[in-house]
Nanobody, 127 residues
């Protein structure tokens, strides 16, 4: 069973930075995708960024492109999301998700395509 544990959320002022971590375990194959999603109150869950274990390809949604960076430390089985230049609209619960299914690019930010989810970590950006 794949397990994901997020950490690193918190309260930060606009313009500040946070780094989220997602510790992963239980993969049965070396080929998987880990994504970061977020959900603000009253809004749908949206994809933020994802990384492919097979070739290290990274993807970003338009609202975070240029501000967020996803990376992985394979030795620690951990994926990071470095968030810089944070804005109040980045406030949300951030979730780490994973799938071992093959994903077409247009599916990368669709929550229904991911099979495993962490518990979420709150990120609050004050203005």
């Amino acid at each position: 069973e794949v397990q994901l544990v997020e950490s690193g959320g918190g309260l930060v002022q606009a313009g500040g930075s946070l780094r989220l971590s997602c510790a992963a375990s239980g993969f049965t194959r070396d080929d998987y995708v880990i994504g970061w999603f977020r959900q603000a109150p009253g809004k749908e869950r949206e994809g933020v960024s994802c990384i492919s274990s097979s070739d290290g390809s990274t993807y970003y949604s338009d609202p975070v492109k240029g501000r967020f960076t996803i990376s992985s430390d394979n030795a620690k089985n951990t994926v990071y999301l470095q968030m810089n230049s944070l804005k109040p609209e980045d406030t949300a619960v951030y979730y780490c998700a994973a799938t071992q299914r093959v994903l077409l690019r247009l599916w990368l930010f669709r929550p229904a395509r991911y099979d495993y989810w962490g518990q979420g970590t709150q990120v609050t950006v004050s203005s």
